[in-house]
């Protein structure tokens, strides 16, 4: 964004000012951007450094120079930013705002401060978004964004609805706003009789374009029903690239003097071409980066780059081709986004999904900041006329197009929608940055071009401010369906995938299709060919599989914050959240200002992932486990490795069976260990400082009381080595094998230990037990301790597991 | 659509179809929009019998989606008045289903038939495989609450039946291992052992949730009914299990 201050400024002082209060520098600061503040090319510069110089010829070499305009642009920008940043920080800072008022009125709030005091110190406004910069620089991130970090799923099986809205929609909108503001300019007493027809489908055109931001943070908070919330998410999205191309369909048009028919039918075709053409590119696009991530394993630092580099060239070739710039950046970042995912190591994943938030919401951020700013220093060609009906139009024919268009939808749709939901999808029609940006960098040449944008001022604040401030309220009240996504349990993942099965299978069976059949095709052809094409290590792996890999992983961290507790003793990992209960009650009776202080600092060191997942991404905001994850993942394969190793190695089978079934566990902690055991027998761990799992080698059963010592040690150090973690994990692969021996024979001993008690009460109930046992697949019992490749476990073997596959959303 | 008596057409390209079975597989790609000319040519017929009236009734169906089955079902059937479970397995499409036998083995058990019977059955007629697929249907549009979930109910108690392939009542570990295993099968390098994983693991939270914390000598047996229902409380199925059956014959389009 170029902020082109071409007048050294009070304004540019006093947001140096703002900056460095903020960042609680020194005076000093304040003493160097002096002079700043002044004009540099017409006063001597006044810092005091220089003043002490003598002789200010240009000639001799001055000890202290400033040379402004030189950095000028990339400071006043940065400036700008750091600013936005600073308001963006300040909301969250407390919560509730952001809750009740979206953050995009806040944004253009603080943008309207800044602009009155720009205003009041007749400033200029910050010239210009030009048509350029907003294109090439800022409406990339923009739709990057949105494009991957859409939930693929649910997108493709709501596609054609969401194309309807999106395509015709806008159509739909832009021809009726634009006609009916037509008609209004006939009227005399408005004085807008100058305005053609081509010139309000323009703006109509730019008018129709939803902003998806704050409505969809309402609908997330609100955990309103997946099909309602992909169907915005999606219209959006393509919305946005429907409305650029009209946008420039109707500039061309705009532009010529008479306007023909076979130029028109010429305009709907190339409308076609646009689009298409942008979904080819990006599919093509989305292609080839997944095909070079593959090759990227050795240089893991600059796999980021690929991603970023091969969205921006899709969007830029499609400009120089002059199709849908952003279809073709939308469909190569949802193209890409699964098997890049898969490819490229999980930290670069992460700095993959930071870094398209950050430019995205930034980019966002700046524009809503400068609608504020614009709207004060601007000047405004005001028609009450053509203002509230453009307004009026607006709501009226989005509220129409809703109704029609969802009539013609609903009878193809499994689930249609009801009055609720489309009331939803017509209400949660804001306008936004995309709108403002577009009337902004509309050519001169357009005569009311004041008046356009002063009309999408107007309808940008009303929509944002009003619409979105009572969205959530109105939400409420109606009472619209909603889903519970926080039901991420592996029985209901696994009854999905289940009904889905069934579903396909019945339709083949009565022969008929739908998107489930070609949902099949599809998942065939992708993993026989595609998958093995672009994806480097491919295992083509289930969503249950996954799932269960993420709860597994849930439950290993909760067991790891619950360090005091008796996790070594667990007959398995994924019996253990069974055990937590018993855990926090044994730990009671652990309690010491010791213990507690340990717990304190292990849960500080120690990542908290108790929240569930959130399946959707808020626009502003990452999926917040994704730290936990990382971390997560690092340990997964030797965590789990070791609790397995020492608590499966060693038992007989019917004990092992019947502790999983009957978790006697925490009974026999409890009641098999008095207190005067638990006493740290002193032996010094002499293992390798890489090998933090080991606090998890059942020796330490019988030390419990020690726990929290061990552990913390090994964390402290899990922390720093953090980084070197993966590549630890192959060395640590053959380590553990060499040493698994030995776990086993310590666990043995352990195991038989501790189920000393319960094995006791339980020879009465033996013969029931065996009959139990019978019928649950004994074979399987006996296997499952036997299964010293345990450590080759699918599950255990990959060093890096993806926190959400497309079949995860 | 419009249905004008064209019996004799439709019948001819049935014994067509059934004859040329091995040249259409050959040729499906080809032959494919010729007939889908075929079919929009020739109009359905309103059944003039009582019988589709009262299917109509029992089922919920609307008389052109039951004269579609019917003839999807005279066709799987090779026109034969019972369907056999020979006859589903040669469907092509089923065959990369991984529950492929749960979902045949659902059309020929007598508790999905909505009479009270029990076990399986060795052929079913059109009736059965009506009732069976009117477990997909989607509810109409206003129902009350108390309609939704008894709606609900009867769906899930398909599901629960495909489970529960003994019969009594639950669901026990190693019948849930297996359906975790058939979903599993497909997906190759996991073996076995994963698909026990997640059941073992699956099993427990079931434990879990529907008796809560147990004492230690208990023994979780297996998932009830209630339990079922307990534990998919939160799924969507009004989504998950429906089928949008067409009003048009489009069973040439994809055999």
Same mark, same amino acid.
């Given at each position: ?205 730019? %008018? ?15 955990? %309103? ?105 939308? %469909? ?221 992983l849930q439950n290993a961290m909760e067991i790891l914050d619950q360090m005091p507790g008796d996790i070594s003793a667990a007959p398995s990992l994924i019996s253990l959240h069974k ?231 | ?223 009830t009914f209630e339990h079922f229902l307990k534990i998919l409380n939160g799924v969507e199925i009004e989504t998950n299990m429906h089928i949008r059956f067409l009003n048009m014959d ?6």
């Amino acid at each position: 964004m170029v902020l082109n201050f071409n007048q050294r400024s009070p304004f540019t002082f006093l947001m140096c000012l703002i900056c460095t209060v903020s960042l609680g520098y020194g005076a000093n600061v304040n003493v160097i951007l002096e002079p700043t503040a002044t004009s540099p090319s017409k006063l001597p510069p006044l810092s005091p450094m220089e003043e002490t110089d003598p002789d200010p010829v240009e000639t001799t070499q001055a000890v202290f120079t400033l040379d402004y305009p030189r950095i000028q642009i990339p400071f006043e920008i940065t400036l700008w930013v750091l600013l936005a940043s600073f308001a963006k920080i300040g909301f969250h800072v407390y919560h509730k705002i952001t809750v009740w008022v979206p953050e995009s009125c806040l944004l253009i709030s603080i943008g309207l401060i800044v602009g009155g005091i720009m205003h009041s110190l007749h400033e200029k406004p910050p010239a210009v978004l030009t048509s350029n910069v907003f294109f090439l620089y800022m409406l990339p991130p923009i739709v990057l964004d949105s494009g991957y970090f859409m939930p693929t799923r649910p997108l493709f099986e709501n596609f054609g609805t969401v194309l309807w809205f999106a395509v015709v929609g806008t159509l739909w909108n832009s021809i009726g706003i634009g006609i009916s503001l037509f008609a209004i300019c006939q009227i005399e007493a408005f004085g807008v009789q100058d305005i053609t027809l081509q010139e309000n489908l323009l703006f109509a055109s730019i %008018i129709s374009a939803v902003e998806p931001v704050a409505v969809l943070t309402v609908f997330e908070d609100i955990s %309103i029903h997946e099909q309602l919330y992909i169907v915005v998410f999606g219209e959006c999205l393509f919305n946005d690239a429907v409305t650029v191309v009209l946008y420039n369909l109707f500039n061309h048009v705009a532009a010529l003097e008479v306007v023909e028919a076979g130029e028109v039918f010429l305009d709907i075709g190339r409308f076609f071409v646009v689009g298409l053409g942008g979904m080819i590119f990006g599919v093509l696009f989305g292609f080839v980066a997944a095909f070079t991530t593959r090759f990227t394993g050795k240089v893991r630092e600059i796999e980021p780059l690929i991603i970023f580099l091969y969205s921006y060239l899709a969007y830029l070739i499609a400009e120089l081709l002059a199709i849908s710039s952003i279809m073709a950046i939308v %469909i190569c970042a949802l193209t890409m986004k699964y098997y890049v995912e898969e490819n490229v190591s999980q930290r670069s994943c992460t700095t993959i999904r930071h870094v398209i938030k950050m430019f995205g919401s930034v980019s966002e951020t700046l524009i809503f900041f400068f609608l504020g700013v614009v709207t004060i220093t601007t000047e405004h060609q005001w028609n009450w006329g053509y203002i509230l009906f453009t307004l009026l139009f607006a709501l009226l024919w989005r509220g129409l197009g809703i109704l029609v268009l969802t009539q013609i939808i609903n009878p193809f749709r499994t689930i249609p929608f009801n009055f609720k939901d489309q009331f939803c999808l017509a209400y949660g029609g804001l306008r936004g940055a995309v709108s403002f940006a577009l009337a902004f960098t509309l050519p001169d040449s357009i005569g009311c071009k004041k008046l356009f944008i002063t009309g999408t001022i107007v309808i940008i604040i009303f929509t944002v401010f009003i619409q979105g401030i009572t969205l959530r309220p109105l939400l409420k009240l109606i009472n619209v369906r909603k889903t519970n996504r926080n039901q991420e349990t592996i029985n209901s993942e696994i009854h999905k995938r289940l009904m889905e099965h069934t579903v396909a299978g019945i339709e083949d069976l009565c022969g008929q299709w739908s998107h489930y059949y070609w949902k099949d095709k599809f998942m065939k052809f992708n993993n026989r060919i595609i998958r093995k094409i672009l994806i480097r290590d491919n295992r083509p792996e289930s969503s249950i599989v996954a799932l269960y890999k993420k709860l597994e992983l849930q439950n290993a961290m909760e067991i790891l914050d619950q360090m005091p507790g008796d996790i070594s003793a667990a007959p398995s990992l994924i019996s253990l959240h069974k055990e937590r209960k018993n855990a926090s009650k044994s730990r009671k009776k652990l309690l010491s200002s010791d213990v507690t202080n340990m717990h304190e600092l292990l849960s500080k060191n120690m990542y908290k992932i108790r929240q569930r997942t959130v399946s959707y991404t808020n626009k502003h905001s990452l999926p917040n486990d994704i730290t936990a994850r990382e971390i997560l993942m690092r340990r997964h394969t030797s965590l789990r490795r070791s609790l397995r190793a020492g608590s499966f190695h060693g038992t007989n089978a019917s004990k092992m069976s019947h502790n999983y079934f009957s978790l006697p566990m925490g009974r026999s902690l409890n009641t098999g260990f008095p207190p005067g055991r638990l006493v740290h027998t002193g032996d010094g761990d002499t293992e390798s400082e890489i090998d933090y799992p080991s606090i998890r080698r059942p020796r330490r059963v019988s030390s419990k009381a020690a726990m929290p010592l061990r552990p913390l040690n090994t964390l402290k150090e899990v922390a720093s080595s953090v980084d070197t973690v993966d590549e630890q994990n192959e060395e640590q692969r053959g380590y553990r094998r060499s040493h698994l021996g030995s776990n086993v024979s310590r666990s043995g001993h352990l195991t038989s230990h501790l189920h000393h008690g319960s094995s006791r009460n339980y020879s009465e109930g033996d013969h029931d037990f065996e009959e139990q046992q019978s019928r649950l697949s004994p074979h399987a019992w006996v296997q499952e301790p036997q299964d010293n490749s345990d450590v080759q476990h699918p599950l255990m073997r990959r060093p890096h597991w993806l926190p959400q596959t497309p079949h995860d959303k | 659509m419009q249905f004008a008596c064209a019996c004799s057409a439709r019948q001819m390209l049935y014994e067509c179809n059934r004859n040329h079975r091995k040249i259409e597989q050959q040729t499906r790609r080809l032959g494919y929009w010729w007939r889908i000319t075929v079919v929009m040519g020739s109009f359905q017929s309103l059944p003039d019998d009582h019988q589709y009236q009262t299917l109509s009734k029992n089922t919920g169906f609307s008389l052109e989606q039951i004269a579609i089955l019917h003839n999807r079902f005279k066709q799987l059937s090779q026109n034969e008045e019972t369907l056999r479970r020979d006859d589903l397995k040669t469907i092509q499409d089923l065959e990369s289903n991984p529950i492929r036998s749960q979902i045949i083995e659902a059309f020929f058990d007598s508790r999905n038939f909505q009479n009270d019977g029990v076990g399986s059955v060795e052929e079913i007629g059109f009736e059965e495989f009506l009732t069976v697929m009117s477990y997909f249907r989607a509810p109409p549009q206003h129902i009350t609450e108390e309609q939704r979930e008894k709606i609900r109910r009867s769906k899930l108690r398909f599901l629960f039946n495909m489970h529960d392939t003994d019969n009594d009542g639950t669901i026990t570990l190693e019948e849930y291992r297996h359906v975790v295993e058939e979903l599993l099968s497909r997906s190759g390098a996991l073996g076995r052992e994963t698909a026990k994983g997640i059941a073992d693991a699956a099993m427990l939270e079931v434990a879990s949730i529907s008796v809560g914390p147990m004492a230690p000598d208990d023994f979780y047996e297996g998932i009830t009914f209630e339990h079922f229902l307990k534990i998919l409380n939160g799924v969507e199925i009004e989504t998950n299990m429906h089928i949008r059956f067409l009003n048009m014959d489009a069973t040439v389009l994809c055999k």
